[in-house]
């Protein structure tokens, strides 16, 4: 089969592999209908070492199952399915608790051992708990908007919608997203659904924060750093936001966020943080009891509502998605992400 | 009259300055019934430089009303009252969200301009909002362990139950609560009225961890750093705490705070922190959904509920005091309490 490897940063290469097998009962095997490039794969595009060993690229995807072993038993055959970002038994207690990214039998896509998800075909670890059915879909007569949709569950639109989820979003909410990627407007689309009053999003390029307006963002702001503090504080009547979801990494969005949280607030990150340490003290967090969440989107937990919501046609998150490349462009879809000349790119085998 | 100010570490006097005078028309005198001396008292205790001036101490009192403003209407003189050890008009945006601790009329006891409360007379800005009345009790006739209780709402158990109220601490909840001291205890008894299960105590005194296992504890736990969280996790078969109260304040409590913290569970600080960065990436909160809270406690917010359960006898949070001292030995409590010869010292003007 073809699949996506990273040989170092900026050095992605789309190569012939042996087919993935089925290497213990509980695994299954998807050929994928779309696959995508996440935000997340720029960091190493970035920062990898040369290597002469490719890493598999990937962790998204729409498929059919191929193959399953023979301990699976909620997939079968021909099932149309979403893979989340990671994967997970879905039974243990953190699962239970609606913390997948946390289960001790799970794990994430993109290594020697598990593989890529940017690929013809992939193996799917725990396929019980990692696969869900997208029920009466027939990808090969689904148009590209449902099937940029469903992709979106994979991670995207739910990494924005944990993000709001753990920042309690809800009616009457102030809400700042800070990051206009598609992971902070899928944050804006995932607010709305949860019913924020209002919705400001911090972000520079209008070809996005026009979706953003288009997903219920009542405000937009430009202005960056002390200036884009002051800016949100302006709007709130020097209140500052209920709830600040940063969907960026980076020290700079954070630093924004704590400026601009509302005593008692709570800061909710999903961008994944490109730091270990921050401020927290009496001067940043502490001081006006402003709460910290967010991590890896356990995105298992929320499949099915979201299914059903696309399905039922109430929202449309695949609509970040502004390109469709060949599988074997995948290299240019990096390039197309990482120079901002595309939001999110979907990948077709 | 008689008042407590800090020369410098380890320099505490007690002396004859002139009685507060009302200066705004919403303030109230108070002749202090029972001050105290609070944990974080010892921080400028250790580390104040030498000054020729002298630093006015104290924040929790009960207390009599002696005189009030022109503009004060909830309090009036003779009225028995608790002051919470922030004063707020407790009318504002954020004391109506209960966080009164960052009203902006607001502040804080023990500056030059404010004046302390380890003293005869005190002066309370904002009365109408930072005293809070006292029914049926007169304090001439009421016994040392009631005043001692009402005393703690000042601070010590409502920032405890702050701790475990921001943790959202309930039944099912497994609980850790890091440090023995006062608040630490007091976080004890405060997460057992909210309905813990399980409440697991870090400390090694045990005299004191005796009162946390009266108070609720169900485990102590007298290790600290890696060994601390190694029981912790043991008693937890591996899971960890759904809930973490930070009673310390200082950087190994924080970091064994996280090292303990289930996957998506709370860490709630109340030890006034004595850093500003920690470790917050995804080696420590962000990869398992931990998630911090916590702040300077807006006892104001709590304060009626608990009065009530004192006076019911549901509770009898002034166990926590172990000595009582003239206000002329002020320097005798600090020395006792920071010597760990005493857990908390009350004074009697």
């Known amino acids: 089969m073809r699949a996506t490897f990273m040989y170092g940063a900026g050095d992605v290469r789309v190569e012939t592999v042996p087919d993935p097998v089925l290497q213990q009962p509980t695994d299954a095997i998807v050929r994928v209908v779309r696959a995508c490039v996440c935000g997340s794969d720029l960091h190493p595009y970035h920062s990898m070492p040369a290597s002469q060993q490719g890493n598999p690229m990937g962790h998204e995807l729409v498929g059919v199952v191929e193959e399953t072993g023979s301990a699976v038993t909620n997939v079968r055959r021909g099932d149309f399915v979403v893979a989340p970002f990671a ?9 239970r608790e609606g913390f997948q990214t ?31 059915v997208v029920p009466d879909v027939d990808p090969a007569t689904a148009d590209d908007g449902l099937l940029a949709s469903l992709l979106s569950l994979s991670d995207v639109y739910l990494t924005g919608h944990h993000a709001a989820f753990m920042g309690e979003v809800g009616p009457g909410t102030t809400v700042t997203v800070v990051g206009d990627g598609a992971v902070g407007l899928s944050a804006v689309l995932a607010s709305r659904q949860l019913g924020a009053e209002r919705i ?29 503090v002051a800016r949100v504080m302006d709007l709130t009547d020097g209140e500052g936001s209920h709830v600040v979801l940063e969907a960026v990494g980076l020290m700079p969005a ?36 402003a709460r910290l969440a967010g991590g890896p989107a356990p995105v ?40 901002r000349e595309a939001l999110k790119v979907a990948l077709r085998p």
């Open 300 to 339: 298992r937990a929320y499949q099915e509502a979201a299914i059903g919501q696309v399905l039922a046609g109430e929202i449309e998150p695949g609509k970040v998605f502004d390109a469709v490349l060949p599988l074997d462009d995948t290299a240019e879809a990096y390039r197309l992400m990482d120079s």
């Open 254 to 289: 954070y630093e924004q966020s704590y400026g601009i949280v509302r005593p008692g607030g709570i800061i909710s990150r999903v961008g994944v943080p490109q730091y270990e340490k921050a401020p927290v003290g009496f001067g940043s967090l502490f001081g006006k009891n």
């Open 200 to 228: 400001i999003l911090m972000g520079r390029h209008t070809s996005r924060t026009d979706l953003g307006r288009e997903w219920g963002a009542t405000d937009v702001v430009a202005e960056r750093g002390e200036d884009g």
């Open 87 to 95: 994967f997970s038994d879905n039974t243990c207690v953190f699962c």
């Open 102 to 132: 946390a289960c001790p039998q799970g794990g994430w896509y993109g290594s020697p051992e598990t593989g890529g998800l940017q690929a013809e075909l992939a193996r799917i670890p725990l396929a019980d708990g990692s696969l869900v």
